[in-house]
């Protein structure tokens, strides 16, 4: 069964710091592109960061540059996003994404298999 179970999130104060682990089972990251997404209220999901299937190159929104790191650990079949100096309007929820389209994917809407998602929240 193709899953990715997504943990890590929870309440941080404004500058802490979070990493987001994702999980695969059922498949090999390496063979994917995959990437993290997030959601917040009244908004539409939108994309974070995300690595290449076959490079190993990256992608970062630019309200994120500078302060998030996507990682993958293919031994562990985990993929990681490093959240340093976060903010209030970083406050979402955090999915993990695997797409069998070659090389780096931007477009969500190319994503196949998707995690559950885990609460992010920045506040004071």
């Known amino acids: 069964q193709v899953r990715l179970v997504e943990s890590g999130g929870g309440l941080v104060q404004p500058g802490g710091s979070l990493r987001l682990s994702c999980v695969a089972s059922?498949?090999?990251?390496?063979?994917?592109?995959i990437g993290w997404f997030r959601q917040a209220p009244g908004k539409e999901r939108e994309g974070v960061s995300c690595?290449?299937?076959?490079?190993?190159?990256?992608y970062y929104a630019d309200s994120v540059k500078g302060r998030f790191t996507i990682s993958r650990d293919n031994a562990k079949n985990t993929l990681y996003l490093q959240m340093n100096s976060l903010k209030p309007e970083d406050t979402a929820v955090y999915y993990c994404?695997?797409?069998?389209?070659?090389?780096?994917?931007?477009?969500?809407?190319?994503?196949?298999?998707w995690g559950q998602g885990t609460q992010v929240t920045v506040s004071s």
């Open positions: 059922g498949f090999s990251l390496d063979d994917y592109a």
């Open positions: 690595i290449s299937s076959s490079d190993d190159s990256t």
């Open positions: 994404a695997a797409s069998v389209v070659f090389g780096l994917v931007e477009d969500l809407y190319k994503y196949d298999c």
